[in-house]
């Protein structure tokens, strides 16, 4: 996703979407750089400035949940953005990115998934 869907996001005004950014400040997938939000960009700021009004960021878990139960409950759009940390997720069964690919795509109904 990058920034410039905000904006469409908000001209089109979905009842149905509630954006969650889990920022943990770094580009993992490439060496861990620093990202923007790690020191001077406020994505929640953002969001706001692009026209969805109901952005927040999260301060923690209950806030986080109060948050996602507005969200649906009020429609959307809305962005709720929580910082977490930088550490690379360990594969357990639960965080396990394959496992949680094909719990995902039988969610969908697809049967197999990608190859």
Do not use: H
Not at 21 to 48: E, F, M
């Amino acid at each position: 996703m990058q920034l410039g869907c905000l904006a469409t996001v908000a001209e089109r005004a979905p009842k149905n979407l509630t954006i969650i950014v889990w920022d943990n400040g770094v580009y993992q997938i490439t060496g861990a750089q620093p990202t923007a939000s790690a020191s001077t960009s406020d994505l929640v700021a953002i969001a706001r400035g692009s026209g969805i009004a109901n952005s927040a960021w999260a301060a923690d878990e209950d806030d986080f949940d109060r948050l996602v139960a507005a969200g649906l409950k009020d429609g959307g759009p809305s962005l709720i953005a929580a910082r977490i940390d930088n550490k690379p997720a360990v594969a357990t069964t639960d965080r396990d990115p394959v496992q949680i690919r094909e719990r995902f795509m039988r969610g969908l109904g697809v049967r197999g998934g990608p190859g």
